[in-house]
């Protein structure tokens, strides 16, 4: 270790201590105020001051002097306690990461659980209580977060695939643990020796049930360190998430029951129609505020700061509806964010789903960290019963029930499966089973009246949910590597696999065709048509809802490689005659959505240029970077028509060295020096110049340069679009609408005096004034 | 007959039967073979962007019908991958192995045969399966900037090697797999 590490760790360390210290005795603190001031004022140490509210209060006050300064702790006391808390978990997530060997070792649960129980720890001595994680908190202030992060970003593709298998895990595969679990924890309960004969079959189910579920928020945190391959990942983590419907019915089944001690058939049957309820209710639920999210981000357009948030909220939104009716709010969470997804990321500007991604990871963040260190703290604080048979045994079956279930299950699954699970993928599953949070919160919220062994489980259920964190989490790294598991490719898609799975779904779905057989394929083909034909058309605004995936895809793509190669110094100078222009097309409308400092022409004018060359410019359009305002220029100065010509050839072929050298960039750059150079970047399209025959009929659009002040230069683009007349491609060069200077052109005389003169000089003179920074610079950037 | 099947494409007699099945099915007319108006039959094919291509592969070089023989062994490429089967060394490449599909799919890319992907051939994928939502300029440059990801030898056109690369992270094995055939 160098001597940098080891004063890194020092000063680490101190610096934890140093912040743990003050912290739990200012909560202590808060503690003991909250219970002097509940007691009534004087006791112990006071902190309101009597005669801070002194006037007209009391009648035979005397005049004290003015406090300039007084200490009023208890009105801020609930908002400071919360700050100190998410303080404390961003410190102490801050810190592992600076101790670079510990987080290597242990995973991050680890160390957190440990910082909670000797923040608890040191509460203890304090004298203050440390509180105790509140189930209500937890569900609905700490969970959502995480799950909704997780929903929004879950791979939709293997998770669909899959979906078969997760069910399978999560459905069977928890119901057998419960019952395997409840089931012969009862029975070692009626052995002789151990003093538990008082608990019930039914509380005993309970257990089960509670303790069975695999948990997302330990998945999660565990899984995400040691970067298995996406197949295992989807499993555990899908069967982790979709198991909720299964807890939450088996939960509310045996408590309900358990107080009456048996349990009919009936309620059985009603048990299993309420799973299908709760689950598939949570489900639509979510899909419901999903597609309500989607068509409030088509109208968004215009407000663009507050976008991020109709995702949270409306998210939010679902789960709480589908608590109200103790329906799967997870699910429901999930359901919303996946099928929110792609409509709003279509709609929202790259901005705001920057924003919308950076928030969920930091919400999620903080509330896995604050998750397990109140674990620790709850620890700590809770009243325990510690029963080393009860314990034990539900280890030990834990483990054992994991391990059957996902035998047994892959054994049947796999006789479905096109690819097969092995023995190494088994072992993953039933190895990465964790229990976490969940399960200690829902044990809290069993009542003590009807479960006198409610300590007793819950110490249980912590000890259970410690071993799994802690050994298995711990050791799951080394024996990933030491079994040789695919680990996850961290390789970005490139277009060619994008294209060809494509192509490979189009063959697929073909070939299930010719055999007849109605498979995987052909839904998902008809899904995709149905999505296409009327579900974009409603939720996405605008053009992107024609967007082809593929294309929504390659210019993600570009725009990535353009910001990495801007971030990366700028790279290459290159003119912006880059051919490929066409992707500017497809980005420049969600570039000219953004705030810009210069006036702009009104957007329905620049629909209506767009829709003139649209019509008109078959061939011609993309090469020219006509509707955004600040590039529509085209014109040289009168004098340089025949120059033009001459730059043009040699753009041409600049351009075709360019190409050959990096053809991927698209975005231009900043312009180079040298006026002519300049003045023909801007007269990029070689069909500008060609001086062709103009068709009588056809329209002229005059451009003028982006001078701001000149919005009403787009008068003359309305008045030919009176007169845009449909094409007729006579030959195929002059089919089309020409940007034609009005230079002295017989023909155009024609033409121009259909304006007023008044027209044309006010054109000429925009056209030959590049705006208000000075006549003479014509290099400076046009694009701002 | 099915032993030979049996051998050759490593199908089961089950699913031979569900094959013959279909087959007579599309079979309008029981001639024991089939032209491309019995494809053409098949209606999901019509709105398919490269149905055309498909039906197409079914038809070796020259041919105007397709017998039942040919039409299992064009299927056999679907079925799913047996990974546990014991590999002999000296046995010729089983016809639904990763290498096996992918040279299916990458012949109904190279439409003429000559053992890679020109330009031109790409921009036709490329056409039919966006249905003229785009234009041919961005057309064009998809297929640049994939022709240059995938192009590692400089010839501007991607051959089978450099196919099978840039699909490696590709589950072929899942991807191109059919229950069907299960």
């Not at chain 1, 259920?461 to 410690?466: G, K």
Request: with cysteine; charged share 20%.
């Amino acid at each position: 270790m160098s001597c940098w590490t080891r004063r890194g760790l020092l000063l680490a360390l101190a610096l934890g201590l140093a912040l743990l210290v003050p912290m739990a005795l200012s909560l202590g603190a808060a503690e003991k105020t909250r219970r002097s001031v509940g007691n009534g004022h004087g006791t112990g140490v006071t902190l309101r001051p009597d005669d801070s509210h002194g006037d007209g209060h009391g009648v035979n006050k005397t005049k004290k002097i003015f406090p300039v300064l007084t200490f009023d702790f208890a009105h801020v006391k609930i908002p400071f306690e919360i700050s100190l808390w998410v303080l404390l978990a961003s410190l102490m997530k801050l810190g592992f990461h600076l101790i670079p060997r510990l987080s290597s070792i242990v995973p991050e649960s680890c160390l957190l659980i440990v910082v909670g129980l000797l923040v608890g720890g040191l509460m203890k001595l304090v004298g203050a209580a440390p509180p105790e994680l509140q189930s209500d908190v937890f569900f609905l202030y700490l969970l959502p977060p995480i799950i909704l992060d997780a929903g929004y970003f879950l791979p939709i593709r293997p998770f669909s695939e899959n979906l078969g298998t997760i069910l399978m895990f999560a459905v069977v595969g928890t119901l057998w643990n419960s019952f395997f679990i409840g089931g012969l924890l009862y029975a070692v309960c009626q052995i002789e020796g151990t003093d538990l004969k008082s608990i019930g079959l039914l509380p005993c189910f309970l257990f089960g049930s509670v303790i069975s579920a695999v948990d997302p928020v330990a998945v999660l945190a565990v899984f995400e360190e040691i970067h298995i391959n996406e197949l295992l990942h989807i499993l555990v983590f899908g069967e982790s998430l979709l198991n909720d419907a299964v807890t939450v019915v088996l939960y509310h089944l045996f408590e309900e029951y358990s107080g009456l001690g048996m349990v009919t058939f009936l309620d059985v049957f009603l048990g299993v129609i309420c799973f299908l309820v709760v689950s598939l209710g949570g489900v639509l639920v979510g899909a419901f505020y999903g597609l309500l999210a989607a068509f409030t981000s088509r109208f968004a357009s215009h407000t663009r700061v507050i976008e991020p948030l109709f995702v949270f909220v409306y998210s939010y939104m679902s789960y709480l509806s589908a608590e109200v009716f103790h329906l799967s709010g997870i699910m429901a969470l999930i359901a919303c964010g996946a099928v929110m997804r792609p409509y709003v990321e279509a709609n929202i500007s790259h901005k705001s789903h920057t924003t919308t991604k950076y928030f969920l990871k930091m919400w999620s963040s903080v509330s896995e960290t604050l998750i397990f260190i109140f674990l620790g703290v709850s620890t700590v604080a809770g009243l325990h019963s510690w029963n080393w048979t009860f314990v034990t045994v539900t280890i030990i079956l834990c483990l054992v029930a994991r391990v059957l279930g996902v035998m047994g299950l892959t054994f049947v699954i796999n006789k479905f499966r096109i690819v097969k699970l092995t023995n190494k993928d088994q072992f993953i599953i039933a190895y990465g089973g964790l229990r976490g949070a969940i399960a200690f919160s829902l044990g809290y919220l069993l009542h003590p009246e009807e479960f006198p062994m409610r300590n007793m489980f819950l110490t249980t259920i912590i000890t259970v949910v410690f071993f799994t964190v802690f050994v298995q989490g711990m050791t799951i790294r080394p024996l990933v590597d030491l079994l040789a598991v695919k680990k996850k490719q961290e390789t970005k898609r490139s277009i060619n696999e994008e294209i060809h799975t494509q192509f490979l779904d189009h063959l697929l779905t073909g070939i299930e065709d010719i055999c007849g057989h109605y498979g995987h394929h052909h839904w998902k083909d008809k899904l995709n048509r149905f999505n296409k034909k009327y579900v974009k058309k409603c939720l996405i605004a605008g053009e992107r809802s024609k967007e082809p995936q593929l294309i929504a895809f390659y210019h993600k793509m570009e725009m990535k490689q353009a910001i990495e190669l801007v971030e990366s110094g700028g790279g290459v100078k290159l003119p912006s005659a880059v051919p490929s222009t066409v992707s500017m097309q497809n980005i420049q409308p969600k570039k000219s959505n953004s705030e810009r400092a210069l006036p702009q022409i009104s957007k329905s004018r620049e629909e209506e240029i767009r829709k003139i060359l649209r019509s008109n410019l078959q061939k011609t359009r993309q090469r020219l970077r006509s509707y955004n305002r600040h590039t529509l220029v085209g014109e040289p100065d009168e004098d340089g028509w025949n120059d033009l010509l001459l730059k043009r050839q040699k753009i041409m072929d600049m351009d075709k060295q360019i190409s050959r050298m990096s053809n991927y960039l698209t975005v231009p750059a900043p312009p180079p020096e040298s006026p002519t150079l300049s003045r023909s970047r801007l007269a990029s399209d070689p069909q500008h110049y060609v001086p062709k025959p103009t068709l009588g009929n056809v329209p002229i659009i005059k451009v003028d340069l982006a001078s701001p002040q000149s919005p009403e230069y787009v008068s003359v683009v309305d008045e030919f679009q009176k007169e845009a007349v449909p094409l007729k491609e006579e030959d195929e060069d002059a089919g089309g609408l020409t940007m034609k200077v009005p230079l002295g052109d017989p023909k155009k005389e024609e033409q121009e005096q259909q304006d007023g003169g008044k027209e044309q000089q006010r054109l000429m003179r925009c056209l030959s004034d590049p705006g208000p920074g000075g006549a003479e610079e014509e290099d400076e950037p046009f694009l701002p | 007959q099915t032993y030979l099947f049996q051998y050759t494409f490593a199908v089961t007699p089950a699913h031979i039967k569900r094959l013959y099945k279909r087959f007579q099915a599309l079979d309008k007319g029981n001639k024991g073979y089939l032209s491309p108006q019995d494809f053409g039959s098949v209606k999901e094919l019509a709105t398919n962007p490269i149905g055309d291509r498909i039906i197409g592969a079914f038809f070796s070089q020259g041919q105007e019908t397709v017998d039942f023989h040919s039409f299992v062994r064009i299927l056999a490429h679907f079925r799913p991958l047996d990974k546990n089967r014991a590999k002999r060394p000296d046995s010729p490449e089983p016809i639904n192995s990763r290498i096996s599909k992918l040279r299916f799919a990458f012949q109904l890319y190279d439409q003429d045969n000559d053992g890679k992907i020109s330009r031109d051939e790409l921009l036709q994928v490329l056409r039919t399966m966006l249905e003229m939502q785009v234009t041919e300029e961005q057309l064009e440059s998809i297929a640049d900037r994939t022709i240059q990801e995938a192009d590692l030898d400089g010839d501007n056109a991607i051959s089978f090697d450099e196919f099978r690369k840039s699909l490696e992270k590709v589950n072929i094995e899942h991807k191109m797999s059919s229950r069907f055939l299960h």
